[in-house]
């Protein structure tokens, strides 16, 4: 009658292992929850890059075939202007802004 017990009380101890294993250990449930929260965290950064990559591709193809886009971001990027144009530069990050004819002809 002794070992039924003692053999009662192992089982549960060993049932208890288990579960705690289930549910907290390196492979349980618990770890698993933070891999597909850290999973979606990802993959949402992946999509993010991959929609970055696409933009930036049509970006260098309208670079390398388009004069006017090419002018237009040098333009704004550079702050270039055309003949008979001043370029105003305003501080607190307004966007400067070429005025046409505003500039003395060249002699």
């Given at each position: ?40 965290v ?13 933009s930036?591709?049509?970006?260098i193809?309208?670079?390398?075939t ?33 005025v046409?004819?505003a ?5």
């Open positions: 009658m002794n070992y039924r017990y003692l053999l009662f009380g192992l089982s549960f101890a060993l049932n208890l292992l288990l579960v705690w294993a289930l549910v907290w250990g390196d492979n349980g449930l618990v770890a698993h929850e933070n891999l597909e929260r850290e999973y979606t990802l993959d949402e950064h992946i999509k993010a890059l991959y929609a970055n990559n696409i930036l591709s049509r970006e193809k309208l670079l390398q388009d004069s006017k886009y090419m002018e237009y971001i040098i333009r704004k990027r550079l702050n270039f202007v055309k003949d008979n144009e001043i370029l105003y530069i305003f501080p607190g990050g307004q966007e400067a802004k070429p046409e004819g500039h003395e002809s060249k002699n």
